[in-house]
């Protein structure tokens, strides 16, 4: 059984940075699509990012040129290097995992969750 384990979360003031880490176990990291959603309170919960097994990338267009993911195979790691923050970043965010055939954001095809980890944006 896959396990995800995200860590990185925090506080921190708007223009600040973080950079989330999901762990994965149980399997080999390789061999999945891997992606970031976050959850806000009282909305529902988006795709932010996500790297293919191919390392094919996508950004949501509120995040784009601010986040950064990669991968580093040999750790079985995905990182999430987020810059420039934004009080609306403020979520809970969650990696995912996915051993379909083509890497999307559709959060239904992702069958693997970790637990989360709070990313607070405030001044």
């Known amino acids: 059984q896959l396990q995800l384990v995200e860590s990185g979360g925090g506080l921190v003031q708007p223009g600040g940075s973080l950079r989330l880490a999901c762990v994965i176990s149980?399997?080999?990291?390789?061999?999945?699509?891997i992606g970031w959603f976050r959850q806000a309170p009282g909305k529902v919960r988006e795709g932010v990012v996500y790297i293919s097994s191919g390392d094919t990338t996508y950004y949501a267009d509120s995040v784009k040129g601010r986040f950064t993911i990669s991968r580093d195979n040999a750790k079985n790691t995905v990182y999430l290097q987020m810059n420039s923050l934004k009080p609306e970043d403020t979520a809970v965010y969650y990696c995912a995992a996915d051993s379909s055939g083509i890497a999307t954001m559709d959060s239904f095809q992702y069958d693997y969750w970790g637990q989360g980890t709070q990313v607070t944006v405030t001044s």
């Open positions: 149980g399997g080999t990291l390789a061999y999945y699509h």
